[in-house]
Each structure stands twice: as C-alpha cells, then as structure tokens.
C-alpha cells in the first residue's frame, strides 16, 4: 500500500511560521519529483512548489515566492515545506503530491500519489 501523509498543519497569527512534513510509505520518494499544493474553500487547487528528485531544483508559485522554501530528505524519504510571514490568504488545505518529474509536477496533472491533506488557518 503506497502513501503519503502530511503533518504539520494548525492554527497561526499572521507573519508566524510554520513547517509541513510530507512522508512516505510503500515506495520510494527519491526517484519522485515533490511538489505542495493547496485548496481554499470556493477555489481552485493552487500549486505552490516543487522540488525535483535530487533536490537540485526548486520552483515556486510568485504568491509565496520569498516566504516559503521547500526541502527533502530523501534518507527520511521525507518533504517539507517551510513556510514564514503567514499571510491570511495562506489559509487552505495543503497538499503533497509525488510526480514522475519535476516538469509534471510543475504543471500540476500527471501526479502519481496524493496524500490527505492538513489545514492550516492563519487567523488572529
């Protein structure tokens, strides 16, 4: 059984941070690009980042770009996502998701594995 689960997620005052995880089970995330997308209620899914197999490239939507900074571990056969100067409109359900390449991933279709989803609200 192949899964992804992300953690992390929770309530936080605008311009705190917070780190998502994305961790892996049943196949191996090293020979998968990475990428976190998120969904606001009433919108369309939204990519945020990618981050190709060895880590060597990055991408990331302009609405974060400065602000969030994604990483892996591939020992760990882990993801994160490090976000900071939380905006409200940062709230959403985020998602990881394991592509084929990291061209796949950054055009968002193509995805091999999702995982659940964790909320994250930015709220005073």
């Known amino acids: 059984q192949f899964e992804l689960v992300e953690s992390g997620g929770g309530l936080v005052q605008p311009g705190g941070s917070l780190r998502l995880s994305c961790a892996a089970s049943g196949f191996t995330l090293e020979k998968h690009a990475i990428g976190w997308f998120r969904q606001a209620p009433g919108k369309e899914r939204e990519g945020i980042s990618c981050i190709s197999s060895g880590g060597g490239s990055t991408t990331y939507a302009v609405s974060v770009k400065g602000r969030f900074t994604i990483s892996r571990d591939n020992a760990k056969n882990t993801v994160y996502l490090q976000m900071n100067s939380l905006k409200p409109e940062d709230t959403a359900v985020y998602y990881c998701?394991?592509?084929?390449?990291?061209?796949?991933?950054?055009?968002?279709?193509?995805?091999?594995?999702w995982g659940k989803g964790t909320l994250v609200t930015v709220s005073s």
């Open positions: 998701a394991a592509a084929p390449t990291q061209a796949m991933c950054v055009t968002g279709y193509g995805m091999d594995y």
